[in-house]
């Protein structure tokens, strides 16, 4: 149990468009979701914390109109980088809350490499 | 400001033999410590974690001590395997949110 997929595992586009990137919960409902992105050789570092049905709250520093977070249901949270540059280029990694193991445990996605050209 | 620290960016072990990984962190607050093991180019994989209020668990090969007082954990793997070499990083959670360490690599020499 305690499954987390996220789709694309990897996305190139080109500078200016934006990039959906989704994370879903396969065997367990997740009311709390997180977005982190990592940087090479460096640590995870939390973006936002998505609740489903109300907004995201973001982290110090995380643009909100930049890094759009939806969470639209107990298994399904997005995150759209809009308007990408080539700054934005990182691995981004998803996970949920278990609640049925308390609640402290996250269990993350694969991650997704973007790419920014 | 970084709350939770991994001092040791790399640990070599030889197979059979001991992996001891240490994490330091500054907040007292936290109350829930986790440890994660990650392959490059993949999430992080839950091994262990502990309560605050506790100061060891055990799973199998991986016991993971809290000294409070210290504001110190560690991470035993006993014994090493060769399929442990990846990075392990050390997260402290307040309020349900991970403070992640730099992360440690280790490699099982066989």
């Known amino acids: 149990g305690a499954v987390v997929s996220q789709h694309p595992s990897w996305v190139i586009c080109k500078s200016g468009t934006s990039v959906k990137i989704e994370c879903r919960s396969l065997?367990?409902?997740?009311?709390?979701m997180f977005w982190y992105r990592q940087f090479p050789k460096q640590s995870l570092m939390l973006m936002a914390t998505?609740?489903?049905?109300?907004?995201?709250?973001?982290e110090q520093g995380v643009e909100k109109d930049k890094f759009l977070i939806n969470h639209a249901s107990l298994t399904l949270s997005t995150l759209t980088v809009t308007s990408a540059h080539p700054e934005d280029s990182s691995f981004y990694i998803c996970?949920?809350?278990?609640?049925?193991?308390?609640?402290?445990?996250?269990?993350f996605g694969p991650g997704t490499r973007l790419t920014v050209t | 400001d970084q709350q939770v620290k991994q001092n040791s960016p790399s640990l070599s072990v030889q197979e059979g033999r001991i992996s001891i990984l240490n994490c330091d962190y500054t907040?007292?607050?936290?109350?829930?410590f986790l440890w994660y093991k990650k392959y490059p180019a993949e999430g992080p994989t839950f091994l262990i974690s502990?309560?605050?209020?506790?100061d060891k668990n055990e799973d199998g090969r991986f016991t993971v001590f809290l000294n409070k007082s210290a504001k110190h954990l560690s991470l035993h793997i006993v014994p090493s395997q060769p399929g442990d070499s990846a990075v392990y990083f050390c997260?402290?959670?307040?309020?349900?949110?991970?403070?992640f360490g730099a992360g440690t690599t280790v490699t099982v020499r066989a």
């Open positions: 998505s609740n489903e049905g109300s907004k995201a709250t973001y």
């Open positions: 907040n007292s607050m936290f109350d829930y």
């Open positions: 502990i309560s605050s209020i506790k």
């Open positions: 996970s949920a809350r278990d609640l049925r193991q308390g609640g402290y445990e996250q269990y």
């Open positions: 065997d367990f409902q997740a009311t709390t």
């Open positions: 997260a402290a959670s307040l309020n349900y949110k991970l403070s």
